[in-house]
């Protein structure tokens, strides 16, 4: 089993920051694509950030210049730093993860249970 526990999510005021984190842990082999999504109250899951393995990152428009997601490979951890936050920040946050549990086997995607992120104006 694989599981992706995130952490970091609080309440916090316009202007200000956060920084999330994710550990994935259980039968992993590698893991390739890493990624940051958000669902608000009635709306869609979008994405925020990726990041591949080798370091690639690729980040939605509404998040540019504010967010920077990185990766600590050695511990299967990925992070967001959120900075100059939003009221429209607000939502839950997921991690992603593309992970193979064996050599042979193909990525499969995996979510974390989400965490909460609530920017008061």
């Known amino acids: 089993q694989v599981q992706l526990v995130e952490s970091g999510g609080d309440l916090v005021q316009a202007g200000g920051s956060l920084r999330l984190s994710c550990a994935a842990s259980?039968?992993?082999?590698?893991?390739?694509?890493m990624g940051w999504y958000r669902q608000a109250p009635g709306k869609q899951r979008e994405l925020v950030a990726v990041i591949t393995r080798a370091g690639s990152k690729n980040y939605a428009d509404f998040v540019k210049g504010r967010f920077t997601i990185s990766r600590d490979n050695a511990k299967n951890t990925v992070y967001l730093q959120m900075n100059t936050l939003k009221p429209e920040d607000t939502a839950v946050y997921y991690c992603?993860?593309?992970?193979?549990?064996?050599?042979?086997?193909?990525?499969?995607?995996?979510w974390g249970q989400g965490t909460q992120v609530t920017v008061s104006s």
């Open positions: 992603n993860a593309d992970i193979k549990t064996t050599l042979r086997s193909q990525g499969i995607s995996y």
């Open positions: 259980g039968s992993i082999f590698s893991i390739n694509t």
